[in-house]
C-alpha cells in the first residue's frame, strides 16, 4: 500500500479555473515531491519540498503552480489557472532520507476542458 | 542533463525470463530505481540499487548494474500475466536540491499466455 493518498483521484475542471491537489503522508515525512505523467508520456519532476521550502524546482513549475503544507500534514499542489496542457496525472512522492526510495501516491488525474 | 532510455515494448511468453533494459547518460547518479505502473495505476517501487553495486536480487527480480557503460536492466524470473504493466526506470541525483527523480520512457511488458 502507498504511504501517501492523493485526493481527489480525478478532478474535471474548466480552463482558467484554480485547482488545488492534495497529498495526504500516512506518517511523517520529511522530503515531498509532485510529479507529473501527460497521457503516454515520461513521468516528468515538478518540485521537491523539505523543511517548509522548495529546495528544487524545474522548468514546468512556473508562477502558475506553487506547493505548501498548511497545516504539516497534508502537501498541496495549487495550479492558479489552469491550461489545457495541464491535463495529465499528478503524483506525489515522499521519502524520509536521501538514501531512502521515493514511494508514490496513485496520483491524481487532471482534466482541464 | 540527465536522460533515461528505454526500449518501448516486450513481449514474453508465461514462465520466461523478462529483460528490460535501461540506459542512462549522469554519471553522478547515486541510486536507480524500477517502478511498475499498472492501467490507470499509481507507481509502485519494485526494487533499486546503490551506485557502488553491480547486482541485487530480491526474489523474482534481478537488477545488474552496469556503471561503465550506464546500463541498467531488470530480469524477471518466471514471468507471470500479473506482471504485464509499464515499467519505469529511473535515476536519482544526490544534489543540494531534493534528490529528484528522471524517469525512462516506460518499457510496456506484455505477457502472452
Known amino acids: 500500500e502507498p504511504e501517501v493518498t492523493q485526493t481527489p483521484s480525478h478532478q474535471v475542471t474548466q480552463m482558467g479555473q484554480e485547482v488545488i491537489l492534495r497529498c495526504v503522508p500516512i506518517?511523517?515525512?520529511?522530503?515531498f515531491y509532485w510529479y507529473r505523467q501527460i497521457l503516454g508520456q515520461k513521468v516528468e519532476f515538478l518540485v521537491s519540498?523539505?523543511?517548509?521550502?522548495?529546495?528544487?524546482k524545474s522548468e514546468i513549475f512556473d508562477d502558475q503552480f506553487s506547493v505548501e503544507r498548511p497545516d504539516g500534514s497534508n502537501f498541496t499542489l495549487k495550479i492558479r489557472s489552469t491550461k489545457l496542457e495541464d491535463s495529465a496525472m499528478y503524483f506525489c512522492?515522499?521519502?524520509?532520507?536521501?538514501?531512502?526510495?521515493?514511494?508514490f501516491g496513485d496520483g491524481t488525474r487532471l482534466s482541464i476542458l | 542533463g540527465e536522460d533515461v532510455e528505454q526500449s518501448l515494448f516486450l513481449s514474453v511468453r508465461e514462465g520466461d525470463s523478462s529483460v528490460i533494459n535501461c540506459t542512462y547518460t549522469?554519471?553522478?547518479?547515486?541510486?536507480l530505481y524500477w517502478y511498475k505502473q499498472e492501467p490507470g495505476a499509481g507507481l509502485q517501487l519494485l526494487t533499486y540499487?546503490?551506485?557502488?553495486?553491480d547486482m541485487k536480487q530480491d526474489q523474482r527480480l534481478t537488477v545488474l548494474l552496469n556503471k561503465k557503460d550506464k546500463h541498467l536492466s531488470l530480469r524477471i524470473a518466471d514471468t507471470q500475466t500479473g506482471d504485464s504493466a509499464i515499467y519505469f526506470c529511473?535515476?536519482?541525483?544526490?544534489?543540494?536540491?531534493?534528490?529528484?527523480?528522471?524517469f525512462g520512457t516506460g518499457t510496456q511488458l506484455k505477457v502472452e499466455l
Open positions: 506518517s511523517n515525512h520529511l522530503y
Open positions: 529511473a535515476e536519482s541525483i544526490l544534489t543540494g536540491g531534493g534528490n529528484k527523480l528522471t
Open positions: 549522469d554519471s553522478s547518479s547515486t541510486y
Open positions: 519540498f523539505y523543511n517548509n521550502e522548495i529546495s528544487e
Open positions: 540499487i546503490f551506485s557502488n553495486m
Open positions: 512522492a515522499i521519502r524520509d532520507t536521501p538514501d531512502q526510495p521515493q514511494h
